[in-house]
Protein backbone atom coordinates (compact mmCIF):
# COMPACT_ATOMS: atom_id res chain seq x y z
CA UNK A 1 0.00 0.00 0.00
CA UNK A 2 1.86 3.00 -1.37
CA UNK A 3 -0.57 5.18 -1.39
CA UNK A 4 -0.75 5.02 3.05
CA UNK A 5 0.64 6.57 5.57
CA UNK A 6 3.25 2.88 6.17
CA UNK A 7 2.66 3.21 9.84
CA UNK A 8 -1.05 2.34 10.08
CA UNK A 9 0.45 -1.05 8.88
CA UNK A 10 3.34 -1.42 10.13
CA UNK A 11 4.29 -2.91 13.83
CA UNK A 12 4.89 -0.48 16.76
CA UNK A 13 8.06 1.78 17.39
CA UNK A 14 9.28 1.24 21.44
CA UNK A 15 7.90 5.25 21.61
CA UNK A 16 5.40 7.30 20.57
CA UNK A 17 4.35 10.87 21.27
CA UNK A 18 0.44 12.29 20.27
CA UNK A 19 -0.37 15.62 19.60
CA UNK A 20 -3.50 17.61 19.33
CA UNK A 21 -4.50 20.64 18.04
CA UNK A 22 -7.08 23.24 17.61
CA UNK A 23 -7.52 25.58 14.94
CA UNK A 24 -7.37 29.08 16.48
CA UNK A 25 -10.62 31.52 15.54
CA UNK A 26 -8.57 33.59 13.36
CA UNK A 27 -6.43 31.64 10.75
CA UNK A 28 -3.74 33.54 8.97
CA UNK A 29 -3.46 31.36 5.87
CA UNK A 30 -4.96 27.61 6.67
CA UNK A 31 -3.88 25.96 3.28
CA UNK A 32 -0.37 27.68 3.76
CA UNK A 33 -0.27 25.82 7.05
CA UNK A 34 -1.68 22.50 5.73
CA UNK A 35 1.35 23.01 2.89
CA UNK A 36 3.26 23.16 5.98
CA UNK A 37 2.01 20.10 7.72
CA UNK A 38 2.59 18.14 4.26
CA UNK A 39 6.48 18.77 4.37
CA UNK A 40 6.10 17.54 8.14
CA UNK A 41 4.39 14.15 7.61
CA UNK A 42 6.08 11.05 6.20
CA UNK A 43 3.24 8.81 7.06
CA UNK A 44 6.12 6.75 8.90
CA UNK A 45 7.85 8.69 11.47
CA UNK A 46 5.10 11.23 11.95
CA UNK A 47 1.28 10.40 11.07
CA UNK A 48 -1.32 12.71 10.60
CA UNK A 49 -5.29 13.13 11.03
CA UNK A 50 -7.83 16.06 10.58
CA UNK A 51 -10.60 16.59 12.77
CA UNK A 52 -13.89 17.36 10.82
CA UNK A 53 -13.74 21.25 11.92
CA UNK A 54 -10.85 21.57 9.48
CA UNK A 55 -12.49 19.64 6.71
CA UNK A 56 -15.56 22.03 7.15
CA UNK A 57 -12.96 25.18 7.44
CA UNK A 58 -12.19 24.56 3.75
CA UNK A 59 -15.55 24.52 2.84
CA UNK A 60 -15.63 20.22 2.39
CA UNK A 61 -16.99 17.07 3.47
CA UNK A 62 -15.63 13.95 3.59
CA UNK A 63 -17.87 10.95 2.50
CA UNK A 64 -17.67 8.96 6.41
CA UNK A 65 -16.04 11.89 7.99
CA UNK A 66 -17.60 12.69 11.46
CA UNK A 67 -16.94 13.80 15.42
CA UNK A 68 -16.44 11.42 18.11
CA UNK A 69 -19.91 10.36 20.01
CA UNK A 70 -20.32 11.50 23.65
CA UNK A 71 -21.87 8.09 25.09
CA UNK A 72 -22.76 6.97 29.04
CA UNK A 73 -23.39 3.56 30.19
CA UNK A 74 -24.44 2.64 33.35
CA UNK A 75 -22.38 4.74 35.85
CA UNK A 76 -19.39 6.31 33.67
CA UNK A 77 -19.48 8.64 30.96
CA UNK A 78 -17.79 7.93 27.82
CA UNK A 79 -16.62 11.55 26.93
CA UNK A 80 -16.05 13.63 23.24
CA UNK A 81 -12.65 15.26 23.05
CA UNK A 82 -12.48 16.01 19.34
CA UNK A 83 -9.71 18.17 18.41
CA UNK A 84 -8.79 19.70 15.22
CA UNK A 85 -5.71 17.68 14.09
CA UNK A 86 -4.04 14.65 15.67
CA UNK A 87 -0.10 13.71 15.30
CA UNK A 88 1.41 10.36 15.99
CA UNK A 89 4.99 10.79 16.13
CA UNK A 90 7.08 6.97 16.09
CA UNK A 91 10.73 6.20 16.92
CA UNK A 92 12.89 4.85 19.51
CA UNK A 93 14.25 7.69 21.64
CA UNK A 94 12.06 10.10 23.55
CA UNK A 95 14.28 12.94 23.42
CA UNK A 96 13.82 12.68 19.46
CA UNK A 97 10.32 12.88 19.81
CA UNK A 98 10.18 15.80 22.22
CA UNK A 99 12.32 17.71 20.05
CA UNK A 100 10.26 16.83 16.51
CA UNK A 101 7.33 17.29 18.68
CA UNK A 102 8.64 20.98 19.16
CA UNK A 103 9.25 21.66 15.31
CA UNK A 104 5.64 20.81 14.77
CA UNK A 105 4.42 22.72 17.12
CA UNK A 106 6.71 26.08 16.32
CA UNK A 107 5.62 25.23 12.10
CA UNK A 108 1.82 25.15 13.01
CA UNK A 109 1.87 28.05 15.11
CA UNK A 110 0.56 30.51 12.74
CA UNK A 111 -2.94 28.78 12.68
CA UNK A 112 -3.16 25.46 15.07
CA UNK A 113 -2.30 25.76 18.72
CA UNK A 114 -0.82 22.69 20.93
CA UNK A 115 -3.75 21.50 23.39
CA UNK A 116 -2.34 18.34 24.56
CA UNK A 117 0.57 15.95 24.42
CA UNK A 118 0.62 12.24 25.62
CA UNK A 119 3.86 9.79 25.08
CA UNK A 120 3.46 6.19 24.60
CA UNK A 121 5.24 3.30 24.99
CA UNK A 122 5.56 -0.32 24.32
CA UNK A 123 5.89 -2.47 27.19
CA UNK A 124 6.87 -6.43 27.47
CA UNK A 125 5.72 -8.14 24.26
CA UNK A 126 2.81 -5.42 23.75
CA UNK A 127 0.71 -6.00 26.86
CA UNK A 128 -1.56 -3.34 28.40
CA UNK A 129 -0.27 -2.70 31.67
CA UNK A 130 -2.97 -4.66 33.48
CA UNK A 131 -0.33 -7.38 32.08
CA UNK A 132 -3.12 -8.65 29.42
CA UNK A 133 -1.34 -8.76 25.52
CA UNK A 134 -2.82 -6.27 23.62
CA UNK A 135 -2.95 -7.15 19.61
CA UNK A 136 -3.82 -10.59 19.59
CA UNK A 137 -6.80 -10.63 16.94
CA UNK A 138 -5.75 -7.87 14.76
CA UNK A 139 -6.30 -8.49 11.07
CA UNK A 140 -2.94 -9.36 9.41
CA UNK A 141 -2.01 -8.46 6.02
CA UNK A 142 -4.54 -8.25 3.69
CA UNK A 143 -7.51 -8.45 6.22
CA UNK A 144 -5.41 -5.43 8.04
CA UNK A 145 -5.58 -3.56 4.49
CA UNK A 146 -9.35 -4.22 3.85
CA UNK A 147 -10.22 -3.53 7.82
CA UNK A 148 -7.98 -0.58 8.10
CA UNK A 149 -7.94 1.20 4.62
CA UNK A 150 -10.42 2.87 2.21
CA UNK A 151 -10.05 1.37 -1.44
CA UNK A 152 -12.91 2.42 -4.07
CA UNK A 153 -13.76 5.78 -3.37
CA UNK A 154 -11.52 6.98 -5.87
CA UNK A 155 -8.42 9.64 -5.72
CA UNK A 156 -7.75 11.73 -2.51
CA UNK A 157 -9.51 8.94 -0.81
CA UNK A 158 -8.40 5.41 -1.68
CA UNK A 159 -4.93 4.98 0.82
CA UNK A 160 -6.50 7.12 3.80
CA UNK A 161 -7.76 5.80 7.10
CA UNK A 162 -10.69 7.11 9.73
CA UNK A 163 -8.79 6.79 13.45
CA UNK A 164 -10.17 6.87 16.43
CA UNK A 165 -8.52 7.87 19.37
CA UNK A 166 -9.64 7.52 22.79
CA UNK A 167 -7.01 8.06 26.18
CA UNK A 168 -8.25 5.36 28.44
CA UNK A 169 -7.38 6.21 32.34
CA UNK A 170 -6.79 2.59 34.82
CA UNK A 171 -6.45 1.86 38.02
CA UNK A 172 -4.43 -0.45 38.55
CA UNK A 173 -4.62 -0.65 42.23
CA UNK A 174 -8.00 -1.81 42.11
CA UNK A 175 -7.55 -4.27 39.35
CA UNK A 176 -4.20 -5.45 41.26
CA UNK A 177 -6.34 -6.38 43.87
CA UNK A 178 -9.23 -8.59 42.13
CA UNK A 179 -7.92 -12.51 41.93
CA UNK A 180 -5.99 -13.52 38.36
CA UNK A 181 -9.24 -15.00 37.66
CA UNK A 182 -11.89 -12.31 38.34
CA UNK A 183 -8.79 -10.20 36.12
CA UNK A 184 -8.95 -13.02 33.76
CA UNK A 185 -13.25 -12.51 32.97
CA UNK A 186 -13.02 -9.10 32.76
CA UNK A 187 -10.69 -9.51 29.65
CA UNK A 188 -11.71 -12.64 28.33
CA UNK A 189 -8.14 -14.00 28.15
CA UNK A 190 -6.11 -15.99 30.59
CA UNK A 191 -2.84 -13.66 31.64
CA UNK A 192 -1.01 -16.73 32.06
CA UNK A 193 -0.87 -18.01 28.67
CA UNK A 194 -3.56 -15.41 26.64
CA UNK A 195 -5.64 -18.22 25.83
CA UNK A 196 -9.53 -16.88 25.16
CA UNK A 197 -11.90 -18.53 27.94
CA UNK A 198 -14.31 -20.46 26.63
CA UNK A 199 -16.45 -19.57 30.31
CA UNK A 200 -16.23 -15.79 30.24
CA UNK A 201 -18.94 -13.44 31.35
CA UNK A 202 -21.10 -11.87 28.46
CA UNK A 203 -19.64 -8.65 30.50
CA UNK A 204 -15.51 -9.60 29.35
CA UNK A 205 -14.10 -7.58 26.89
CA UNK A 206 -13.50 -9.57 24.09
CA UNK A 207 -16.89 -10.92 24.57
CA UNK A 208 -18.06 -7.41 24.06
CA UNK A 209 -15.93 -6.87 20.57
CA UNK A 210 -15.42 -10.15 19.12
CA UNK A 211 -15.12 -8.67 15.88
CA UNK A 212 -16.77 -11.61 13.75
CA UNK A 213 -19.76 -11.46 16.20
CA UNK A 214 -20.82 -7.88 14.35
CA UNK A 215 -23.33 -7.68 11.50
CA UNK A 216 -21.69 -6.74 9.25
CA UNK A 217 -18.35 -8.30 11.18
CA UNK A 218 -16.56 -4.89 12.56
CA UNK A 219 -12.66 -5.52 12.17
CA UNK A 220 -10.61 -2.82 12.86
CA UNK A 221 -6.70 -2.09 13.19
CA UNK A 222 -5.50 -1.63 16.88
CA UNK A 223 -2.14 0.35 17.45
CA UNK A 224 -3.44 1.64 20.77
CA UNK A 225 0.20 1.93 23.47
CA UNK A 226 0.48 2.11 27.30
CA UNK A 227 1.32 5.78 28.53
CA UNK A 228 2.24 6.28 32.02
CA UNK A 229 2.74 10.50 33.77
CA UNK A 230 3.27 10.94 37.13
CA UNK A 231 1.16 8.07 39.05
CA UNK A 232 -1.51 7.97 36.78
CA UNK A 233 -1.35 5.07 33.52
CA UNK A 234 -3.66 3.54 31.25
CA UNK A 235 -3.45 2.72 27.10
CA UNK A 236 -4.15 5.35 24.80
CA UNK A 237 -6.69 3.35 22.44
CA UNK A 238 -6.24 3.57 18.74
CA UNK A 239 -7.54 1.93 16.03
CA UNK A 240 -7.67 2.58 11.92
CA UNK A 241 -10.90 1.71 9.70
CA UNK A 242 -12.12 1.98 6.56
CA UNK A 243 -14.82 3.77 7.99
CA UNK A 244 -16.03 4.71 12.06
CA UNK A 245 -18.53 2.12 11.54
CA UNK A 246 -16.62 -1.39 12.96
CA UNK A 247 -15.51 1.14 15.99
CA UNK A 248 -18.91 2.40 16.90
CA UNK A 249 -20.41 -0.69 16.85
CA UNK A 250 -18.02 -1.90 19.61
CA UNK A 251 -18.15 1.05 21.53
CA UNK A 252 -21.83 0.55 21.57
CA UNK A 253 -22.13 -2.82 22.29
CA UNK A 254 -18.85 -2.00 25.12
CA UNK A 255 -21.56 0.69 26.89
CA UNK A 256 -24.04 -1.32 27.29
CA UNK A 257 -26.24 0.23 24.66
CA UNK A 258 -27.50 -2.85 22.94
CA UNK A 259 -28.54 -5.25 26.12
CA UNK A 260 -27.42 -2.79 29.16
CA UNK A 261 -24.17 -5.70 30.11
CA UNK A 262 -21.12 -2.77 30.32
CA UNK A 263 -17.50 -4.13 29.95
CA UNK A 264 -16.05 -5.65 32.32
CA UNK A 265 -13.21 -2.33 31.26
CA UNK A 266 -15.32 0.08 32.81
CA UNK A 267 -14.68 -1.53 36.47
CA UNK A 268 -11.23 -0.46 36.49
CA UNK A 269 -10.37 2.06 33.61
CA UNK A 270 -12.29 5.05 32.17
CA UNK A 271 -12.09 6.78 29.07
CA UNK A 272 -10.90 10.43 29.49
CA UNK A 273 -10.69 11.43 25.76
CA UNK A 274 -11.74 10.67 22.72
CA UNK A 275 -12.11 11.90 19.17
CA UNK A 276 -12.03 11.15 15.26
CA UNK A 277 -9.78 11.98 12.68
CA UNK A 278 -9.40 11.01 8.91
CA UNK A 279 -5.90 10.11 8.04
CA UNK A 280 -4.97 11.50 4.19
CA UNK A 281 -3.39 8.92 1.74
CA UNK A 282 -0.16 9.67 0.47
CA UNK A 283 0.88 9.97 -3.28
CA UNK A 284 4.49 10.16 -4.74
CA UNK A 285 5.84 10.38 -1.03
CA UNK A 286 3.61 13.34 0.02
CA UNK A 287 0.40 13.36 2.07
CA UNK A 288 -1.90 13.73 -0.21
CA UNK A 289 -4.37 16.31 0.55
CA UNK A 290 -6.56 16.64 -3.01
CA UNK A 291 -9.52 15.34 -1.48
CA UNK A 292 -9.45 18.98 0.21
CA UNK A 293 -8.55 20.52 -2.78
CA UNK A 294 -4.96 21.37 -1.57
C1 LIG B 1 -8.81 0.25 28.59
C2 LIG B 1 -8.90 0.09 27.28
C3 LIG B 1 -8.69 -1.22 26.60
C4 LIG B 1 -7.89 -2.26 26.96
C5 LIG B 1 -6.95 -2.36 28.17
C6 LIG B 1 -8.07 -3.30 25.97
C7 LIG B 1 -7.42 -4.52 26.00
C8 LIG B 1 -7.69 -5.57 25.14
C9 LIG B 1 -7.13 -6.88 25.26
C10 LIG B 1 -6.15 -7.34 26.34
C11 LIG B 1 -7.63 -7.64 24.26
C12 LIG B 1 -7.36 -9.13 23.99
C13 LIG B 1 -6.26 -9.41 23.02
C14 LIG B 1 -6.46 -8.89 21.64
O1 LIG B 1 -7.14 -9.50 20.80
O2 LIG B 1 -5.95 -7.81 21.39
C15 LIG B 1 -8.50 -6.79 23.49
C16 LIG B 1 -9.20 -7.17 22.38
C17 LIG B 1 -9.97 -6.33 21.62
N1 LIG B 1 -10.31 -5.03 21.91
FE1 LIG B 1 -9.68 -3.97 23.51
N2 LIG B 1 -8.97 -2.88 25.04
C18 LIG B 1 -9.38 -1.61 25.39
C19 LIG B 1 -10.32 -0.82 24.73
C20 LIG B 1 -10.94 -1.18 23.56
C21 LIG B 1 -11.87 -0.36 22.83
C22 LIG B 1 -12.31 1.05 23.25
C23 LIG B 1 -12.25 -1.07 21.74
C24 LIG B 1 -13.21 -0.68 20.63
C25 LIG B 1 -14.23 0.16 20.77
C26 LIG B 1 -11.56 -2.33 21.77
C27 LIG B 1 -11.63 -3.29 20.80
C28 LIG B 1 -11.06 -4.55 20.88
C29 LIG B 1 -11.22 -5.57 19.86
C30 LIG B 1 -11.94 -5.43 18.54
C31 LIG B 1 -10.55 -6.70 20.34
C32 LIG B 1 -10.44 -8.06 19.65
C33 LIG B 1 -11.76 -8.81 19.87
C34 LIG B 1 -11.77 -10.11 19.09
O3 LIG B 1 -12.18 -10.09 17.92
O4 LIG B 1 -11.38 -11.13 19.68
N3 LIG B 1 -10.77 -2.37 22.88
N4 LIG B 1 -8.52 -5.54 24.06
Redesign the pocket.
Known sequence: MNNTQSAILAPLTSHARYMLFTMEPETADLAASLRAVQDLVDGENIVLGLGQSVVLALGKTLPGMTVFPALVGPGFEVPSTQYALWFWLRGDDRGELYHRSRAIEHALAMDFRLQEVLDGFVYEDSR?L?G???????PKDDAAVSAAIVQGMGDGLDGSSFVAV?Q?M?DLEYFEHMSEEDQDHI?G?RKSDNEELADAPESA??KR????SFTPEAF?L?RSMPWAEGNEA??N?V?FGRSFDA?EA??NR?VGSEDGVADG?FSF?RPVSGGYYWCPPMKDGLLDLSALDI
Request: hydrophobic share 40%; aromatic share 12%; no cysteine.
Open positions: DTYIDGTENQWHIRHVTAQEIRGLFAYQLMLS
